[in-house]
């Protein structure tokens, strides 16, 4: 039903997997959950718990082949049409997270929702990456609409049905969301947006 897909680079992620596998088995769905470790070093012994947990995977490769090409790989291996994109280093705000893309899945139509993107209040004020993503990503769905494709990130966003990938000549990190998001337009499939955001917690 669902494939989790975490791209992830030398980033403790084990909190956010357990927090994913305890709510996609509170529902009962069919599930899989998989961390692809992007050449990096660091947290791989931490991160290894992933597989202690059921339906989950954490792969360790030893290339770095950047983001585009490490998304790519997860769409490629995994299991489900319905597949959820989240960076390495958030957290759902809500509890109901899963279930509330499980609503969105029952459109049964090839679509990209982007849930959004929350940052912590008042915990940062002179950091620039705080202050860029509290004013220039964290909008509601409503603002996002206004201009659908251009507001899309693949921070927190569920693909259903859609077969395109990243491109992989890009090696500068933040631009294969703009061109992914080009493409979907080009090819005519819809973008939603919902407001079910993750925190974003790496400043």
Do not use: W
Request: contains cysteine.
């Amino acid at each position: 039903m669902l494939s989790v897909l975490i791209p992830c680079y030398n980033y403790p992620c084990f909190r956010l997997v357990e927090t994913l596998h305890r709510q996609c088995s509170a529902l009962g769905i069919n599930f899989e959950i998989l961390v692809s470790e992007d050449g990096g070093n660091s947290y791989i012994k931490e991160n290894a718990k992933i597989d202690a947990l059921t339906q989950c995977t954490y792969i360790v490769n030893t290339l770095n082949v950047g983001r585009a090409g490490n998304l790519n790989r997860l769409l490629n291996r995994s299991a489900f049409q319905s597949k959820l994109i989240l960076d390495c280093d958030v957290m759902p705000q809500a509890d109901s997270f899963i279930k509330n893309y499980t609503d969105i899945m029952k459109l049964d139509k090839p679509l990209v929702c982007f849930g959004g993107i929350a940052y912590a209040k008042n915990n940062h004020p002179d950091n620039l990456r705080y202050n860029y993503g509290v004013n220039r990503e964290a909008k509601s769905a409503q603002e996002r609409f206004k201009t659908p494709y251009k507001s899309l990130l693949t921070s927190n966003v569920l693909i259903m049905r859609c077969h395109l990938h990243f491109d992989e000549n890009i090696t500068t990190y933040g631009y294969e969301d703009l061109v992914f998001a080009e493409n979907l337009k080009a090819h005519s499939i819809s973008v939603f947006h919902s407001d079910n955001p993750v925190l974003h917690l790496n400043l």
